[in-house]
T-cell receptor, first 112, second 112 residues
Framework: DVKVTQSSRYLVKRTGEKVFLECVQD?????MFWYRQDPGLGLRLIYF???????EKGDIPEGYSVSREKKERFSLILESASTNQTSMYLC???????????FGPGTRLTVT | SQELEQSPQSLIVQEGKNLTINCTSS?????LYWYKQKYGEGLIFLMM?????EEKSHEKITAKLDEKKQQSSLHITASQPSHAGIYLC????????????FGKGTRLSVIA
């Protein structure tokens, strides 16, 4: 079974803090994704990566950056957290970018 | 941009009853994925449909793909409390920055 893990289930940060969310997958997948999920807005893609050190912007990259130094690990960085970044963050991986994606358990981030 | 519309948005059914959730695409479907999400958790991949007319089952959940209608339906037979959650459909995106586009989900509650 594919396993995608995320570093924290719940996180509370203050406005202006730098926030790191980490995601690790154990299935040697090429592609990894970061989404945020908000009520009424559904899942929105922030960034994805199709290879080590490669990244592509999704629909809402503003205020975020990513890092993929190793194939199994994909990090989402909030350079200066703001209250409008309070959300559920979901990481996913897939063998091919258009194949089914496997999701981690999510990180609920609250920025106060 | 491609959009997936799910109906109904929410559903309350009595345990033991059958139900159907629909997912309609604004563009041609090339692969349709169904996911289930328990509240506050990640998405669990249920099944993928690729060809028109294709039908797949996972336990008591059956999904069908109607390419001509650009629609997929998810049918649950004899619903149980364990079926409760949010069901999301996803599809290969034909536009925009994201490889997969997702519907906003259908919230299912099963009452005794």
């Amino acid at each position: 079974d594919v396993k995608v893990t995320q570093s924290s289930r719940y996180l509370v940060k203050r406005t202006g803090e730098k926030v790191f969310l980490e995601c690790v997958q154990d299935m040697d997948h090429e592609n990894m994704f970061w989404y945020r999920q908000d009520p009424g807005l559904g899942l929105r893609l922030i960034y994805f990566s199709y290879d080590v050190k490669m990244k592509e912007k999704g629909d809402i990259p503003e205020g975020y950056s990513v890092s993929r130094e190793k194939k199994e690990r994909f990090s989402l960085i909030l350079e200066s957290a703001s209250t409008n970044q309070t959300s559920m963050y979901l990481c996913a991986s897939s063998l091919d970018r258009f194949y089914e994606q496997y999701f981690g358990p999510g990180t609920r981030l609250t920025v106060t | 941009s491609q959009e997936l519309e799910q109906s109904p948005q929410s559903l309350i059914v009595q345990e033991g009853k059958n139900l159907t959730i629909n997912c309609t695409s604004s563009k041609t479907l090339y692969g349709l994925y169904w996911y289930k999400q328990k509240y506050g958790e990640g998405l669990i991949f249920l099944m993928m449909l690729q060809k028109g007319g294709e039908e797949k089952s996972h336990e008591k959940i059956t999904a069908k793909l109607d390419e001509k209608k650009q629609q997929s339906s998810l049918h649950i037979t004899a619903s149980q409390p364990s079926h409760a959650g949010i069901y999301l459909c996803g599809a290969r995106s034909l536009s925009g920055n994201t490889p997969l586009v997702f519907g906003k989900g259908t919230r299912l509650s099963v009452i005794a």
